[in-house]
């Protein structure tokens, strides 16, 4: 339910209904999931942070916020395993951006982002060891 909409004018924006969570039981070893969505302004950052695992990404998060906090719009959460939240209003709907991407602080080895432009609708499942995007049109 999030997606990049285009304007000449105003330029590209994140446009968002709503956003589903859905967290495996025994997820991330049962331990809790930090997750940060950023809208992106600028197209040489979003290529740059494309580039980086979650780890890095939140090894590095508070600098990139001081170096880049005119770029990009950072919302933070921290999900439980077993949690499951429906609809949940986006906060970074109508921030500009040139790209949206998501950051999964999984225990586990791998890259654990998600790049989530031109999506009508977005459900996230974590599962225990890494996230998706699920088809949310049932």
């Not at 609809?87 to 790049?115: C, E, N």
Request: a negative charge; charged letters at 25%.
């Amino acid at each position: 339910m999030f997606a990049l909409a285009g304007c000449s004018f105003f330029g590209p924006k994140v446009d968002l209904d709503s956003l589903t969570l859905d967290v495996a039981p025994k997820a991330n070893d049962d331990t809790p999931i930090a997750v940060d969505f950023i809208a992106v302004a600028d197209p040489d950052l979003l290529k740059q942070l494309s580039g980086i695992s979650a780890s890095q990404w939140f090894a590095e998060r508070e600098q990139y916020q001081r170096d880049y906090r005119q770029l990009m719009s950072v919302w933070g959460l921290e999900l439980v395993p077993g949690q499951f939240i429906d609809r949940q209003p986006f906060p970074l709907g109508g921030k500009k951006a040139a790209g949206l991407l998501v950051f999964a602080s999984y225990t586990t080895p791998g890259a654990h982002r998600l790049r989530l432009d031109d999506q009508s609708e977005a459900w996230l499942k974590f599962d225990s060891r890494e996230m998706s995007l699920v088809n949310a049109e049932h």
